[in-house]
C-alpha cells in the first residue's frame, strides 16, 4: 500500500466513525425525547384503581 492510500482508509474510517457516532446520538435523543412524552400521560382511570394499602 502507498502512503495516499494509507491515507484515504484513515479518513475514511474517521469519516464512518463520525456516522455511526452520529447516528447513535440521534437515536439516544429520539428514545429520551418518547419517553419523556409518555411519562407525561395519565393512567387511564385513575378512580377505579385498586386500592394498594
Known sequence: MTD??????GKAAIAAGAAIGSAAIA?????????????????LHPEKAAETD
Not at 495516499?4 to 482508509?9: I, P, R, S, V, Y
Not at 429520551?32 to 409518555?38: D, F, S
Open 27 to 43: 437515536a439516544a435523543l429520539l428514545f429520551v425525547k418518547r419517553r419523556k412524552a409518555r411519562n407525561g400521560d395519565k393512567p
Open 4 to 9: 495516499e492510500t494509507k491515507d484515504l482508509a
